[in-house]
């Protein structure tokens, strides 16, 4: 899907975001990843992608 993106004009972000358990966990209990499993994959996951939005939002001004 990445390629399909790019040949469309559009930049995928480069983390994947994979089928955790951790997820599923965090929702049951009422928690986000982050606050369920502060040092785990998904929680990693979470913050990369968080810190790529942020900078593609900040390459384009907003």
């Given amino acids: ?3 399909q993106m790019e040949v469309d004009g559009f930049r995928p972000l ?14 049951l209990a009422g928690k986000t990843p982050g606050w ?3 040092n785990g994959a998904a929680a990693a996951d ?4 968080a810190k790529e939005a942020d ?3 900040s390459e384009n001004g907003l």
């Fill in 1 to 3: 899907m990445p390629a």
């Fill in 14 to 27: 480069e983390v994947e975001l994979a089928a955790r358990v951790a997820y599923s966990e965090a929702a």
């Fill in 36 to 38: 369920y499993q502060p």
């Fill in 46 to 49: 979470i913050v990369q992608f």
């Fill in 55 to 57: 900078d593609l939002l």
